[in-house]
T-cell receptor, first 116, second 106 residues
Framework: DSGVTQTPKHLITATGQRVTLRCSPRSGDLSVYWYQQSLDQGLQFLIQYYNGEERAKGNILERFSAQQFPDLHSELNLSSLELGDSALYFC???????????????FGPGTRLTVL | DAKTTQPTSMDCAEGRAANLPCNHSTISGNEYVYWYRQIHSQGPQYIIHGLKNNETNEMASLIITEDRKSSTLILPHATLRDTAVYYCIVTGKLIFGQGTTLQVKP
């Protein structure tokens, strides 16, 4: 158990809909990362937040957005969903002390999104 | 970008050492090498990381070449539970790539 929690575990929805995925980082971790993993694909980095602020952006679509709240939990919002958005979505967290470019990441169990 | 190159797949006999190579020829001086693994569709798990010195922990050993252009992850006594996809990444570049699928066989 990494200490990172993600809800829900599974999500089934229809094209055109909007969903919100939630992540609670490990206690004390300030950074949250979101990744997408499509079937048989590697992990694609989407976005990173550090202490409430966006720090790094990867291949995140404009239809997707994220935020990190004062209690450090994070939400990933996916809108106008398409069939191709079906994937595993992982959240990771790290302590990320000042000056460290990338700290050890601890991953949650993921949310499996199925778009029908 | 300091990307990494890994073999797509490898086999290893149970109880033997598994040596997984990674090429990171464009790594910068202050960038660390990290290894993670992903068992089936679970969340990736941190294994080990290093800068220039060899490192060992309870899970594995990491050997980094002197020029830092490549590294090898060593699982000293592979078990069936070590069957997974192993990712080698360089800090600062959140690029996981396809990793190496390690199949440990009885």
């Amino acid at each position: 158990d990494s200490g990172v929690t993600q809800t829900p575990k599974h999500l089934i929805t229809a094209t055109g809909q909007r969903v919100t995925l939630r992540c609670s980082p490990r206690s004390g971790d300030l950074s949250v990362y979101w990744y997408q993993q499509s079937l048989d694909q590697g992990l694609q980095f989407l976005i990173q937040y550090y202490n409430g602020e966006e720090r790094a952006k990867g291949n995140i679509l404009e239809r997707f957005s994220a935020q990190q709240f004062p209690d450090l939990h994070s939400e990933l919002n996916l809108s106008s969903l398409e069939l191709g958005d079906s994937a595993l979505y992982f959240c990771a967290s790290s302590v990320d002390p000042a000056g460290v470019v990338l700290d050890t990441q601890y991953f949650g169990p993921g949310t499996r999104l199925t778009v029908l | 970008d300091a990307k990494t190159t890994q073999p797509t797949s490898m086999d290893c006999a149970e109880g033997r050492a598994a040596n997984l190579p990674c090429n990171h020829s464009t790594i910068s001086g202050n960038e660390y090498v990290y290894w993670y693994r992903q068992i089936h569709s679970q969340g990736p798990q941190y294994i080990i990381h290093g800068l220039k010195n060899n490192e060992t922990n309870e899970m594995a050993s990491l050997i980094i070449t002197e020029d830092r252009k490549s590294s090898t992850l060593i699982l000293p006594h592979a078990t069936l539970r070590d069957t997974a996809v192993y990712y080698c990444i360089v800090t600062g570049k959140l690029i996981f790539g396809q990793g190496t699928t390690l199949q440990v066989k009885p």
